[in-house]
């Protein structure tokens, strides 16, 4: 993509309106707009990254054996009033009228309809387990939303929702999930922790939530280090086998956020073990039986012939929060430093001397090169200040940097810097093409 | 993908609510299933058409130099106030009070949204020409929601807009759009014809909708057998080039839908080559000049150093209902018949007697050979008769069926199937496995 094509208005000003640094940065890498208050636009940037965190979390979602619907966001507000939550759920609830005086509501979370979905089709227990999940705009009507896409009033969540005979089987739709977790935010370069949680309005009695450490994080968490050396459950994890070992291992030692923190408890630990730091919670699972099942009669026959409510559990990741929560845990003073998964592009390709016929003919080759090897390519075409470029550059935070200026291209040189260390080499263009494929296979 | 653990819940009877063939079709196929009035969920398998769909529209839009954005659901009612269209609009607009009692509204397109984008970030003709897209859910609240998703109140729909220094430049930019709807719609498998169109509540002075032909299209369409017989622009078309022959070759022959019918320039037609169908909507493009940009103050300084409004265009697709009119465009007493390139699966393969060792280790093998290959596949495990199985892979329309059962898994043969043609052909597991990967390549 030829950046004297593309859409990036980064700003030179720190808005002023920014309280946290993945807002900061988000708005001046030209990543969003705040349309109104908690509600944004994803620039053409930004949408890149949106999408590969949004892919990352449906391919573990189906290596979990979840399937993938798409629930609207307008809901009818009869389904809530059956489930009791109509009147519970409070402001947060954006409610609607439309043109025949019906209440609708804009969903913040899909229990009762995912329920009604599964009472209308699933009538016996040979059709469990199931989960079905789906990736749509919530609405919560925040009093005061903030700190950008983190606390935003319309945002992107992943949420499914499993069913299934009986506690047991329940518990293990839960471990999946749990398990499905770790590798999803360890695939975004974050260093994931699940913590015990209070259920809040989504009711039930186990939950965990998935907290990131980030030394700019909301909240302050005190974990045992045994959680940080843990490995995160491989590729070839199966998940049709038992995973309670898995969730065992990472629900043993002491980890807790503020709220919940236990200073006894955490004393117990051995002193060299403590962790004290700050986190984001970017996850959240829930397991809460038939809080739902039976007030709207989603049964199934079991074994026996009986009629028996569904036992549930449901499974939230905000891909739009990751995406600021990502720039929370890696970046620097000059910008962003996106992890490779999910980079907006592999690299920058800047051009130091545009309308000079040899560095663009070296600049444009080297773009080829790289976009037929499958690389995805930001190339830097504009006739601007090379400190100017630079920062961009450093800015937006692209993995890897080329630059071509007229002295590399009549040496058939080109200068590759890694912005997660700021090394710098200079290469020949075979041998900068080779790594880059490489270092993407 | 195995059967028994998908979700597909087929309906065996006819649902009395569904007055068109594609609405039928989709709830009997389990890709829908209505939530409330015109507002649809989308079960896994039609989610999986519905992805297809979008991702040939936004190949087609990336190829036409458009770059992907992603605007909210939720807008503020003061850019439409601005624009002049907020009482403009009517009762078909969702309009809704926050907490704070402060006016918004789910859009029902965003011309006023994206020219707000626009006027923030871009000052010179320099950055000109830009279009920025969209795929977003919108609403309007229909009266009489009906025909499924065809007519549906919350609907899918790939908005681009686009903004140029004057006159000339937005034609090249409208003719763009024109050449990659026709290409996008015959990716579809579909027979796109462009007709000249009012404008409506968007507004301006040129527009083509684009119509395809169906048997059970909504309106009766007239045009020139030229225009069937034109060729499709192909995948190297120079978006940067000047498409005036194209669009001149496309919109030159008779073409009307019933109330833009001119009888008497109908008859000028040499009778061998008049057609008289039944045609459906499926994409709307407009050129609207400064109407938004205008009162919207999006100006832009010219060559000249002056300041002048751009010069803007929007152009419209719904995915989600293009699902239902490839369906009407394409289907049988049997059920849907799927083109190749929206297909949810490539393939279904039909174990005739699960349990039986022999069969299973044939079917199990193809399955993980044509997986590893690239086809999708949703591998009918399932223990039923024969004769449901066969009607289920007929009525959700996948292009190829294979079945194998125990008289096969002793030879080694299976059945091939082509849905469309309903052609059987026994061949040899290498035979049938070496086709499909060819086709599909």
Not at 346 to 363: H, M, Q, R, S, Y
Request: charged content about 25%; proline content about 5%.
């Amino acid at each position: 993509m030829r950046l004297s094509r593309y859409f990036l208005p980064i700003l030179k000003e720190d808005p002023k309106e920014a309280e946290i640094v993945s807002h900061r940065l988000m708005l001046r890498a030209g990543m969003i707009r705040q349309q109104s208050a908690g509600i944004y636009s994803w620039l053409p940037l930004g949408k890149r990254v949106l999408d590969k965190v949004s892919a990352i979390v449906r391919e573990e979602q189906n290596r979990a054996g979840a399937l993938e619907i798409l629930m609207p966001t307008i809901q009818s507000a009869d389904l809530w009033i059956e489930s009791g939550r109509y009147n519970d759920y409070g402001q947060e609830m954006l409610r609607i009228r439309d043109r025949h005086d019906r209440s609708l509501l804009y969903g913040p979370t899909a229990e009762e309809m995912v329920t009604d979905i599964f009472r209308s089709h699933v009538r016996s227990y040979r059709d469990l387990p199931l989960n079905l999940y789906h990736l749509q705009w919530k609405f919560r009507d925040e009093v005061r939303p903030r700190f950008g896409v983190m606390r935003s009033r319309e945002f992107l969540m992943k949420d499914a929702y499993s069913f299934d005979l009986d506690y047991e089987g329940a518990r293990a739709a839960y471990n999946r999930m749990f398990v499905a977790y770790l590798r999803t935010f360890s695939r975004f370069g974050l260093q994931p922790i699940p913590m015990r949680a209070e259920t809040g309005p989504i009711g039930g009695d186990l939950s965990h939530e998935f907290i990131i450490l980030a030394d700019t994080g909301e909240s302050a968490v005190y974990c045992d280090k045994a959680l940080l050396d843990l490995p995160i459950p491989g590729e070839d994890t199966d998940f049709t086998a038992d995973l309670t070992p898995i969730f065992d291992a990472w629900t043993g030692p002491y980890a807790a956020t503020d709220d919940m923190h236990d200073p006894a408890a955490f004393e117990a630990v051995p002193e060299e073990r403590r962790v004290s730091a700050r986190g984001i919670e970017i996850g959240h699972i829930f397991y809460f039986g038939t809080k739902y099942s039976e007030p709207m009669k989603a049964m199934v026959t079991n074994q026996d012939g009986e009629m028996v409510p569904v036992h549930m559990g449901s499974y939230g990741i905000g891909p739009s929060r990751v995406v600021a929560a990502i720039i929370e845990a890696s970046h620097d003073d000059a910008g962003i430093i996106w992890p490779k998964s999910v980079a907006p592009f592999d690299l920058g390709l800047v051009n130091l001397k545009p309308g000079d016929a040899a560095t663009d003919e070296i600049a444009e080759g080297l773009t080829v090169r790289l976009e037929k090897a499958g690389l995805e390519v930001l190339y830097d075409d504009v006739d601007a200040r090379a400190g100017a470029k630079f920062a961009t550059m450093d800015l937006i935070g692209l993995p890897t940097q080329l630059v071509v200026g007229p002295r590399g291209a009549a040496s058939g040189e080109v200068e590759v810097k890694d912005r997660a260390t700021g090394a710098k080499e200079t290469l020949s263009l075979d041998e900068a093409v080779n790594r880059l494929v490489h270092e993407k296979a």
